[in-house]
């Protein structure tokens, strides 16, 4: 098992990568002191997958449980369910010590995440991310939120979890399509931040994709890693250092939002947005041409998409991309420069934008 510390004064805590981890998470949990009764936010699928073995070691460690389901898609990061949840458990919650455990993907983190934040103006939560995205990025770093019809994300808070405990072996669990959707996640860092887990993830797909174990940790412990250390640095995203995480988010998000939140998954999304940016980015003279190639390169090695290839249209990505959370008064972009080194760009001419957006979105892809 590895550890890895989120360095934020009175709000650190610790990331556990290993195998079989979910058996002790009420050790874990009860070692922490933040309550002895737990709500455990989660869908249907993952309560099929996990309740027994999460409750056996709640139990075992003397922690009660009640489970409450979520939809099992981004619609469940809605106003409609989030009052739904804090109504179940403002009626359980007399004479108890309550605490949240988000159980499932990042759609889960969010919704519990949020309802933890927002709920008697915060009480404590822990992650126990299932997916191999919300492993690697969206169970890290406190950002909760819920959406909005008009964008992704637009309600929300900063909200540290008390623990992360990624068991790789949930992993083994999931489809080949939500491995490659978190792969995304997982190329970003690569490309924002650490050329040897690039590298990696080009000589070792293969192993990846048939969920050895040692290449999971390998790459659930180095993004870990890196987010842990961009969080600890700018935890409140305000000094730009935590905007690199934003890289392929800004059109992947529109692209999400234009689609409906139903016609790609997120790290779908992200790959579209990636690949997107890398040309914005070749095109202004920042990457070369080569760097671009690599990164589009190992986008579809892992069965990702690179450009829209579904009935989407051109103005509804545009208009969407500019209801961006980052943009104030400009656009603002993260462009990468090179394999592990990103800028933050404002300004980016509105031709350009339009004509690589055009370009990934005309009906010949």
């Known amino acids: 098992m590895k550890t890895i510390k989120v360095r934020l004064k009175d709000r650190s805590y610790n990331i556990l990568v290993g195998k079989d981890l979910i058996a002790s998470c009420g050790r874990r949990l009860k070692g922490l002191d933040i309550g002895r009764d737990a709500i455990v936010i989660t869908n249907n699928r993952v309560a099929g997958l996990f309740r027994r073995p999460v409750l056996r070691s709640l139990k075992s460690a003397c922690l009660t449980a009640l489970f409450l389901t979520v939809p099992d898609s981004e619609k469940a990061k809605s106003i409609r369910i989030v009052t739904g949840l804090i109504d179940r458990i403002s009626r359980y919650d007399v004479g108890r010590r309550i605490f949240i455990i988000a159980l499932g993907g990042g759609v889960v983190g969010d919704v519990a995440g949020f309802v933890s934040a927002t709920y008697k103006r915060g009480i404590p939560y822990a992650q126990i991310p299932t997916t191999l995205l919300a492993q690697v990025d969206s169970a890290i770093g406190g950002k909760t939120a819920i959406d909005l019809p008009v964008a992704k994300n637009m309600v929300g808070a900063f909200y540290q979890p008390r623990l992360v405990i990624s068991d ?181 001419p509105d031709n350009v934008i339009r004509k690589v957006l055009k370009e990934s979105t005309s009906p010949s892809n």
């Not at 080569?290 to 579809?300: F, G, V």
Request: charged share 25%; aromatic share 8%.
């Open 168 to 348: 790789i072996r949930a992993l083994k669990t999931l489809p080949a399509d939500q491995i490659r959707s978190g792969i995304a996640e997982v190329i970003k860092y690569g490309v924002i931040k650490d050329g040897v887990l690039f590298e990696y993830l080009e000589k070792n797909a293969g192993k990846i994709m048939a969920l050895d174990d040692a290449s999971l940790e390998f790459i659930v412990s180095r993004s870990s890693a890196i987010k842990a250390g961009i969080v600890s640095k700018d935890e409140f995203d305000r000094k730009d250092v935590r905007a690199a995480l934003n890289f392929g988010h800004t059109l992947g998000h529109a692209v999400e939002t234009a689609s409906g939140y139903s016609g790609y998954s997120h790290g779908q999304a992200v790959a579209i947005g990636m690949a997107i940016a890398s040309k914005i980015s070749s095109r202004l003279g920042i990457l070369p041409g080569r760097e671009a190639a690599r990164i589009i390169s190992l986008i579809e090695r892992f069965g990702l998409p690179s450009s829209i290839r579904k009935n989407l249209d051109f103005s509804d990505i545009y208009n969407a991309h500019q209801h961006d959370k980052k943009f104030a008064g400009t656009n603002r972009f993260v462009l990468p420069s090179r394999i592990g080194h990103v800028r933050i760009v404002e300004g980016v």
